[in-house]
């Protein structure tokens, strides 16, 4: 009987092809919208684990603090200086590494060729601190750095900025960096972009004196990062270093912080709750339509039931209970919107690729965001085939062969 049910709800579907493909419409484009946008911010989910895998989860960043008073940034007056990092590596019992960096744009040229590029200033242990390796030639030593060479590793994104296909063709060669003549002793594997948070390529590393006493002639010191321990340890670390600063910089007891220290996963974690509401929030937005396209259904079942007055009068009088004619009305609706649910995952699915490959947006297409998608849809054709259905299942068959 049920065959038999979805057979006579077909045959009407197919009676009126192109009412049935205008009416998938909104389910299609609703369906669509939704898994495109869940993909957006999956893959952006994605590409902050894998930042967050990069960094390393026992890597902290201490700064100058950026304190704010009606909504307006003041001027830092405090600096983190070398006392600072001397003194935190005094008392940081649960720090395996200190690694503080200046950093500053500047021009470099390489033959025919420059580019505006991050230039940081970094001891020699920055591979280990903030999870590098080198791809071609090697990285700069500690005697290198005390003794203030003019030496440079430089960042994938550099060698892309400068048209570098090979970084064995600039090992070795020549660069000139705010002017100054540097040597190029290796690049950095690349790590590649993640989604939106800028990348970590494209910068030219030099020792930390070099940079110090050369190029930016400063005492200020950008950033601090240390590797903690373990995981376990952080809190005692990022301790440790609150104290250590405290001391140096004579802050008094009930006084604010004037530096910040940032725990580099719970900067991500911020970042992925901030994407994951938005992506909630588009994805409301997308499922809207799916409402539009329900009663874009509704509203041709309820014409399907006006034009097929004397059709259900006919089955009525041949036996049709009300069930039957509830049920062929309402797996009308349903079929609707599961092929408009099916068409939609496809152009969603596809949606999704095409922003990957073309737009170069990281999306992730889940089963979970399909089947809840498809769901939906069902769940679209049932609520708003009910009213259609009941109404046709209530025509009197007399009334009903009677009509005109």
Same mark, same amino acid.
């Given at each position: 009987?049920?065959?038999?049910?979805?057979?006579?709800?077909?045959?009407?579907?197919? !009676?009126?092809? =192109?009412?049935?493909?205008?009416?998938?419409?909104? &389910?299609? &484009?609703?369906?669509?919208?939704?898994?495109?946008?869940?993909?957006?911010?999956?893959?952006?989910?994605?590409?902050?684990?894998?930042?967050? $895998?990069?960094?390393? #989860? #026992?890597?902290? *960043?201490?700064?100058?603090?950026?304190?704010? *008073?009606?909504?307006?940034?003041?001027?830092?007056?405090?600096?983190?200086?070398?006392?600072?990092?001397?003194?935190?590596?005094?008392?940081?019992?649960? =720090?395996?590494?200190?690694?503080?960096?200046?950093? *500053?744009?500047? *021009?470099?040229?390489?033959?025919?060729?420059?580019?505006?590029?991050?230039?940081?200033? !970094?001891?020699?242990?920055? /591979? @280990?601190?903030?999870?590098?390796?080198?791809?071609?030639?090697?990285?700069? #030593?500690?005697?290198?750095?005390?003794?203030?060479?003019?030496?440079?590793?430089?960042?994938?994104?550099? /060698?892309?900025?400068?048209?570098?296909?090979?970084?064995?063709?600039?090992?070795?060669?020549?660069?000139?960096?705010?002017?100054?003549?540097?040597?190029?002793?290796?690049?950095?594997?690349?790590?590649?972009?993640?989604?939106?948070?800028?990348?970590?390529?494209?910068?030219?590393?030099?020792?930390?004196?070099?940079?110090?006493?050369?190029?930016?002639?400063?005492?200020?010191?950008?950033?601090?990062?240390?590797?903690?321990?373990?995981?376990?340890?952080?809190?005692?670390?990022?301790?440790?270093?609150?104290?250590?600063?405290?001391?140096?910089?004579?802050?008094?007891?009930?006084?604010?912080?004037? @530096?910040?220290?940032?725990?580099?996963?719970?900067?991500?974690?911020? /970042?992925?709750?901030?994407?994951?509401?938005?992506?909630?929030?588009? $994805?409301?937005?997308?499922?809207?339509?799916?409402?539009?396209?329900?009663?874009?259904?509704?509203?041709?079942?309820?014409?399907?039931?006006?034009?097929?007055?004397?059709?259900?009068?006919?089955?009525?009088?041949?036996?049709?209970?009300?069930?039957?004619?509830?049920?062929?009305?309402?797996?009308?609706?349903?079929?609707?919107? =599961?092929?408009?649910?099916?068409?939609?995952?496809?152009?969603?699915?596809?949606?999704?690729?095409?922003?990957?490959?073309?737009?170069?947006?990281?999306?992730?297409?889940?089963?979970?965001?399909?089947? &809840?998608? @498809?769901?939906?849809?069902?769940?679209?054709?049932?609520?708003?085939?009910?009213?259609?259905?009941?109404?046709?299942?209530?025509?009197?068959?007399?009334?009903?062969?009677?009509?005109?």
């Amino acid at each position: 009987m049920t065959l038999e049910i979805l057979l006579v709800a077909l045959m009407a579907l197919r !009676a009126n092809k =192109l009412r049935s493909l205008l009416t998938m419409l909104g &389910i299609v &484009i609703g369906v669509a919208a939704v898994i495109a946008v869940v993909a957006l911010g999956s893959g952006a989910q994605q590409a902050v684990k894998d930042r967050l $895998a990069k960094l390393g #989860t #026992t890597t902290l *960043q201490i700064d100058a603090a950026h304190i704010m *008073q009606g909504g307006v940034q003041l001027q830092v007056t405090k600096k983190i200086t070398m006392p600072d990092v001397h003194a935190i590596e005094a008392r940081g019992l649960h =720090l395996m590494a200190i690694e503080p960096q200046q950093d *500053q744009n500047r *021009q470099i040229v390489w033959r025919n060729r420059n580019t505006n590029i991050t230039i940081i200033g !970094a001891t020699a242990n920055y /591979l @280990f601190v903030r999870k590098y390796d080198i791809d071609a030639g090697r990285m700069f #030593t500690s005697a290198e750095d005390e003794g203030r060479q003019r030496v440079a590793v430089l960042g994938a994104g550099a /060698l892309t900025q400068l048209g570098v296909d090979n970084p064995y063709d600039i090992v070795g060669d020549n660069i000139r960096i705010a002017g100054m003549q540097f040597t190029v002793i290796g690049t950095l594997v690349a790590k590649g972009t993640s989604g939106g948070f800028g990348s970590p390529d494209d910068q030219v590393l030099i020792p930390f004196n070099t940079g110090r006493f050369r190029v930016f002639g400063t005492d200020k010191i950008d950033d601090i990062f240390a590797t903690a321990t373990s995981e376990e340890d952080i809190p005692l670390a990022m301790e440790e270093i609150t104290l250590a600063l405290r001391r140096t910089h004579r802050i008094p007891q009930g006084a604010q912080d004037d @530096f910040r220290i940032r725990n580099q996963s719970d900067v991500l974690t911020v /970042l992925s709750d901030t994407t994951q509401v938005f992506t909630l929030l588009l $994805a409301g937005i997308a499922a809207v339509s799916l409402l539009v396209g329900g009663i874009g259904i509704m509203n041709i079942m309820l014409v399907s039931v006006t034009e097929r007055t004397r059709e259900i009068g006919v089955r009525k009088a041949l036996g049709a209970t009300r069930g039957n004619i509830l049920a062929q009305f309402l797996m009308e609706a349903v079929t609707l919107c =599961l092929a408009g649910g099916a068409i939609g995952v496809g152009v969603g699915v596809g949606a999704s690729v095409i922003m990957r490959h073309i737009g170069g947006w990281s999306t992730l297409v889940e089963p979970p965001a399909i089947a &809840i998608a @498809f769901a939906f849809a069902a769940f679209i054709g049932i609520v708003f085939g009910v009213w259609p259905a009941r109404r046709a299942a209530r025509l009197d068959p007399i009334e009903a062969l009677r009509y005109e």
